[in-house]
T-cell receptor, first 113, second 115 residues
Framework: GDSVTQMEGPVTLSEEAFLTINCMYTATGYPSLFWYVQYPGEGLQLLLKATKADDKGSNKGFEATYRKETTSFHLEKGSVQVSDSAVYFCALTNPNTGNQFYFGTGTSLTVIP | NAGVMQNPRHLVRRRGQEARLRCSPMKGHSHVYWYRQLPEEGLKFMVYLQKENIIDESGMPKERFSAEFPKEGPSILRIQQVVRGDSAAYFC?????????????FGPGTRLTVT
């Protein structure tokens, strides 16, 4: 069935470091891919999305490219800030198999000054 | 446009009691989803509802859990005879359609603690 496998954390980076969080997916057909962010004590907020192969989603300096050939949707940011400390979830939804979201287990990021 | 509303934000129940979690979707959204997040884990889908209909409850435990989304009022997730293992954060999300292209907007969650 559909699933998302996400890089395990926690990840600790210094401010201004480069960030990569890996995400691999398994799905039939053409799923839509998402990155959500969860700050402590809060719900999930959409960070970015891509709905077809080779699309690049971007927001707040974060980027991810939908790679169908490698079934990946890795999250990147060139220079992280302390305020980026949160848990990041990769997710997919697939019209072929229903409308639910499949989430990865989340990657906790801590950025230290 | 108000976001997805959930209440209560925190709920404490003793074992054997009932827990009722409420979710009001965003204005104009008629698709509601419930997810459960156990400590240190990702979100797991529970149930997908449209107004007055359960569309997919494949993630819902077979016993003690039920959900509804009436024609008027919020969606309700009901857990009867709670046990300690039900302690988790329960998130509701809504979307404007079922295409899967539009993102789901999440509420702030209800954190259930069973003592």
């Amino acid at each position: 069935g559909d699933s998302v496998t996400q890089m395990e954390g926690p990840v600790t980076l210094s401010e201004e470091a480069f960030l990569t969080i890996n995400c691999m997916y398994t799905a039939t057909g053409y799923p839509s891919l998402f990155w959500y962010v969860q700050y402590p004590g809060e719900g999930l907020q959409l960070l970015l999305k891509a709905t077809k192969a080779d699309d690049k989603g971007s927001n707040k300096g974060f980027e991810a490219t939908y790679r169908k050939e490698t079934t990946s949707f890795h999250l990147e940011k060139g220079s992280v800030q302390v305020s980026d400390s949160a848990v990041y979830f990769c997710a997919l939804t697939n019209p072929n198999t229903g409308n639910q979201f499949y989430f990865g287990t989340g990657t906790s990021l801590t950025v230290i000054p | 446009n108000a976001g997805v509303m959930q209440n209560p934000r925190h709920l404490v129940r003793r074992r054997g009691q009932e827990a009722r979690l409420r979710c009001s979707p965003m204005k104009g959204h008629s698709h509601v989803y419930w997810y459960r997040q156990l400590p240190e884990e990702g979100l797991k889908f529970m149930v997908y509802l449209q107004k007055e209909n359960i569309i997919d409850e494949s993630g819902m435990p077979k016993e003690r859990f039920s959900a509804e989304f009436p024609k008027e009022g919020p969606s309700i997730l009901r857990i009867q005879q709670v046990v300690r293992g039900d302690s988790a954060a329960y998130f509701c999300a809504s979307s404007q359609d079922a295409s899967g292209v539009y993102e789901q907007y999440f509420g702030p969650g209800t954190r259930l603690t069973v003592t």
